[in-house]
């Protein structure tokens, strides 16, 4: 895929991508920020006092700041090395031949997670900086050690798509080499990237589909984000029609034991960098390929602000579910413990077999629990390993005459501010005619119920 040194390719031509983008038509950013005001005093004032009061964070290890709150939607690069994501995301952002392109080549040529966002005016940021800007949402990468950081870089640049949009280009899994190599934990940043991604492209490169450990490895990671994932198959103007049929067919084969969901995922077959397409190749149907994409794309950006919205009444769900099982802790050791009872010998029970005790099926008989939001009975002898039960009191105790009550609160915002906050979104939005309808691209994507 390397241009010929003899003579100087022919660009092509870029129009397609601003027009699908709409990156002409200025956003109504006061009323944007309006709404991700509203949501951040909804969770600050509703959800959050229940997150601290009962040390929900050290259950799932996930807290929201105010960065997450606020950012744009991340589209991540994922796929093994030198398939074109570099050159993919120089595509885009139109930044080929300029000073601050990313560096792409045959070899293994990012080496670092790169963040490449909005900024002012270009400059690069350091791993360890981003990690330390609370208002940023990536502080809680500082976890993975300064190891790690120095593998994180931050590009800033003025780019009308990079004010609705981050992307995170990530280093090639290289399938020959031991993973502590890379002395920082790559799967956990990886899962930490995926857990927050709205769209994921996995690209591959036809002439290298071998599917091995670490591309594994990855795939059981993006359990349970099937519909934020799309597959590209890149470069496919190195090929043959015959064979591109071929390799296709290929890379469903290799795919399909990693994959288990009854809808195949979305996969572009395209060649996405800056040149003209191969002579004598399929260039109406890769470029019909090439706008589907841009469509999938613009719809993370159009649906950002219902994304976060579903998001957070997610978050605000699980909160309220661990606040109902730990009240029910509290309970039960209450009423369990007489004048003579050993404290720690009547919890431990209590942890042990908590079905005995019917603590999770009393919380299923409340409104709006489902079986599937319930967190796993382990966790919680964890959870009460670090946090003594007498640490807690019950919900019923836990209001106040300026605040109310907790429970009230976080139940409110689930089913009342929340759920209006997005009606007033929707209410707000012109129905437009979506250009998918024209190029048939992939299954809309699905507010992000991210699992943690």
Known sequence: HKANEDFAPVLRDRAHIDETLRLATE???????????????????????????????????????????????????????????????NYLLGLNDSPYQLYTGAEPT???????????????????????????????????????????????????????????????????????????P?????????????????????????VGLELEMLFRQLKGRESQIRIILNKADSLATQDLMRVYGALFWSLAPLINVTEPPRVYVSSFWPYEYEPDTSRDLFKREEISLLEDLNQVIENRMENKIAFIRQHGIRVRIHGLLVDRYVQTFKEKMSFFSDPELVFQEIVDDPDKFYIFKSILAKTNVSKFDLPNRDAYRDFFGINPITNFKPLSSQCSYIGGCLLDNIERAITNELPALLSSINSGKQPGLSSCEATGCGEKPKNRYRKN
């Open 27 to 89: 956003e109504k950013a006061a009323d944007y920020a309006a709404a991700l005001q509203r949501l951040r005093k909804i969770y600050h004032t509703s959800i959050k006092p229940m997150e601290q009061t009962y040390k929900y964070n050290e259950l799932r290890q996930h807290e929201i700041s105010d960065g997450e709150i606020t950012s744009k939607p991340m589209v991540l690069f994922l796929g093994p090395w030198s398939v074109g994501k570099s050159s993919m995301i």
């Open 110 to 184: 990012t080496s670092e997670f790169t963040v490449i966002m909005h900024g002012e005016k270009i400059r690069s940021v350091e791993g360890i900086v981003m990690a330390a800007d609370s208002s940023r949402s990536f502080s809680p990468l500082e976890k993975f050690g300064q190891n790690f950081l120095e593998k994180l870089i931050g590009v800033e640049m003025p780019h009308k798509l990079l004010e609705r949009v981050t992307f995170v280009d990530t280093p090639g899994i290289i399938e020959n080499r031991k993973q502590q190599e890379r002395g920082y």
């Open 186 to 210: 790559f799967n956990d940043v990886c899962q930490w990237f995926i857990d927050r991604a709205d769209l994921i492209f996995v690209v591959f490169d036809p002439t290298k589909l071998d």
